[in-house]
């Protein structure tokens, strides 16, 4: 009956399955929504596997053509985005840590101001926050331009002309996603810290610079650098595979890119959520 | 040394629409281009015409069936059989040009790809093939900035970079006018005869259209070769004379066309 069905409206039975009234059990729509979840998992996991093995495979493949896209992407995922991070820092560092150190401090408990200051902006709110921000303003980019692409022909120009798509659309974003949400997240936490220090300064907190500066480093570890890099890595490679999976990886009309935008946000923005909180685990093991 | 495999074989072969993969399009297609053929195979709008291209270019293979290129089955060509793949150029209904991208760089992506080249590399190279189209003005223009006539040209100037043995076009008159229309089919037909681009030597060519008035062989003795598709069928018609005396009802349409519409555009 869904195949009937798909065929009247001109669907595919995936999108007759997903837009089909909600069903009278509960159960049912619950069962659903997991079924649907899994067959997006799986096909993301198919996308970022296959990713995977073209950039080890094609490491040295057209590095003139290649390398050229991937500084692009380095400039469009973190040196365009740079004044906009450095705003954010600065309102970071005001509403959190100034705050932070000023409330310690009023309790007494100013000893607590590294640790605080490495788990919220160096663990947790530092990689979040840059992840979302280069989600919103790349990520969306990355399924217009590749959804539009997709729906123009272009992937198919690649494969006539003996170029791998994935090679030349995906890698580029992925590495320069991944680089760039790693050195904005640096810029981010470093901005955060400085501003939140001179929030302090303003409301006469006695705490010198040079405690400040102790009461952190004393509270990092190198695991701490090491699951910085991993963490932040980790979310510049999935929002770009999501992103890059809803663009690229299904066929697409013009009219539904705007649609499956809002669908990549959303997933991209679980995905960083999902793997914040596996990270915890290293975290609570470390 | 002489190729000896057909340039194209395809034998029972089913080829699916590239809209719905699982709707057949054409069924049965038993058809051999040899080296050195021009081949114009005509059909209506959703009639398979880009479909049977694609599966002659092997970017998708046959459900039922054989496609061979040169000799090599077209659903093993991967990665290890890139010459093979290479020896193939295609030029895309509307081109399918990269529109971020510069004229220039279009038609130098190929070769730097391919050849590892950076862009100041490869553009003196191909400073003699955009001369030819003309291109060279409009080389820094994107393509959304340029007429549908340039268009065609650059891509066509892409599928040639690397010299192909056997070119592919699916409708390359569609949108032009008749200036960039007769220059295309002047140009189609130094190709197939052998242009010093190629290094004199001969190309085979499959061309599709949804009019065969172009493509008419007023001598009936050039040697092009005609089929039209009709009904999921691919029927193989041989020269201009028997296209004329075929009594089929799709060769009258797309030899015939709108009598009335052509006249209203030769009185403006």
Known sequence: MRGNLAKTLDLSE???????????????FMGRKAFLFLMTVQGLGAFALITLGVILRKFGVAPNVIRPRIRQEIGRAGMSLLPMFLLIALALGFVVVGQTIAALAKVGQITFLGSAMVVVIVRELGPLIAAMLVLARVGTANVIELGTARALGEVESLEALGIDPVHYMIVPRVIGMSLGIFSLTVYLILGALVSGYFFAFLQNVPLTPGDYIGEIMAALSPMDFALLALKTMTFGFFIAIVTCYHGLAQPLRLEEISRVSVRAVSQGVIACVMIDAIFIVFYLFS | MAETFPALEMSNATVVSLRDPTKDILEGVNWTVAPGEFWVVGG????????????????????????????????????????????????????????????????????????????TEAAPVVSALLELMGLSPFADLTPPNVGAGWRHRTAMARALTLQPEFLLLDNPLSGLGPRHRQWMLQFLDQLWRGHKLCGGRPMTLVVTTDDLRPWRDASGNSGRKYAVLHDKTFYPLGSWVEVEKADHPTVKDLTVGDLLAELEENQK
Request: with cysteine.
């Open chain 2, 44 to 119: 209506q709008q959703f009639s398979g015409k880009t479909d049977l291209l694609t599966l002659a270019a092997g970017l998708v293979g046959p459900t039922v069936g054989s496609c061979h290129v040169f000799g090599q089955d077209t659903r093993l060509l991967g990665e290890e059989q890139l010459a093979w793949r290479l020896r193939i150029g295609f030029l895309f209904d509307g081109g399918q040009l990269f529109n971020r991208q510069t004229i220039l760089e279009n038609v130098t992506l190929p070769i730097r790809y391919h050849k590892n080249l950076a862009l």
């Open chain 1, 14 to 28: 995936t999108q007759v399955f997903r837009r089909a009234p909600l069903p009278k059990s509960y159960t049912d």
